[in-house]
């Protein structure tokens, strides 16, 4: 699975749009990116995938460059409870009988939303 | 839809001590999933189901047991509790063929201390 790189921590003022940005440049061509976020004390919560095209949905927009080698996730209107570690990770499609599903958390980006 | 659900929220348990830790999920996904997270550290995958009635081992399996007899229940059984067992415990689920598999959806976590 191809190695993914993100900064360590971010600001965003309330309200902003706040571009968490992730490297993958060894990303195989079946390898989807998924976005997680990990807010203190709770479980991980999924936010939106991609494999090619650009994905929209009620919590982000994913945004995938033509050549699949980085991406950014972008919350449109931040706000305070959107403070969190926020995940990139790029996997290829579980197999049957493999080992499936075995999400590998890196280190991520830790967005503050300020007031 | 109540998602994943997991009892206790909190547990404390002696050296040796035995217990089952209850996840259940009203999604009807098809796979579900057993990780820890130790302080500061990513999820490991301890075990994982992709169907009433099969079970495989994750990466750190060892000192725990799984069963899977319904679709919706996932419980995970620590025999003879360490020390080194000490962390959270989140259970998750997925519904094959969405997303490649890692659109996982996860509890709010069992934050066990083996004293």
């Known amino acids: 699975d191809a190695k993914t790189t993100q900064p360590p921590s971010m600001d965003c003022a309330e309200g902003r749009a706040a571009n968490l940005p992730c490297n993958h440049s060894?990303?195989?061509?079946?390898?989807?990116v998924y976005w997680y976020r990990q807010i203190h004390s709770q479980g991980p919560q999924y936010i939106i995938h991609?494999?090619?095209n650009n994905e929209t949905n009620e919590m982000a927009s994913l945004i995938i460059t033509e050549d699949r080698k980085s991406s950014t996730l972008i919350l449109p209107h931040a706000t305070l409870r959107d403070t969190a570690v926020y995940y990139c990770?790029?996997?290829?499609?579980?197999?049957?009988?493999?080992?499936?599903?075995?999400?590998?958390f890196g280190k991520g980006t830790k967005l503050s939303v300020k007031p | 839809n109540a998602g994943v659900t997991q009892t206790p929220k909190f547990r404390i348990l002696k050296i040796g001590q035995s217990m089952t830790l209850q996840c259940t999920q009203d999604?009807?996904?098809?796979?579900m999933y057993w990780y820890r997270q130790d302080p500061g550290m990513g999820l490991k995958l301890i075990y994982y189901s992709v169907g009433a009635g099969i079970t495989d081992k994750g990466e750190v399996p060892n000192g725990y047991n799984v069963s899977r007899s319904t679709t919706e229940d996932f419980p995970l059984r620590l025999e003879l509790a360490a020390p080194s067992q000490t962390s959270v415990y989140f259970c998750a689920s997925s519904l094959t063929g969405t997303g490649g598999g890692y659109e996982q959806y996860f509890g709010p976590g069992t934050r066990l201390t083996v004293t």
């Open positions: 999604m009807n996904h098809n796979y």
């Open positions: 990770i790029v996997r290829a499609p579980a197999i049957y009988g493999g080992s499936q599903g075995n999400l590998i």
């Open positions: 991609g494999l090619k």
């Open positions: 060894t990303i195989s061509g079946n390898e989807y």
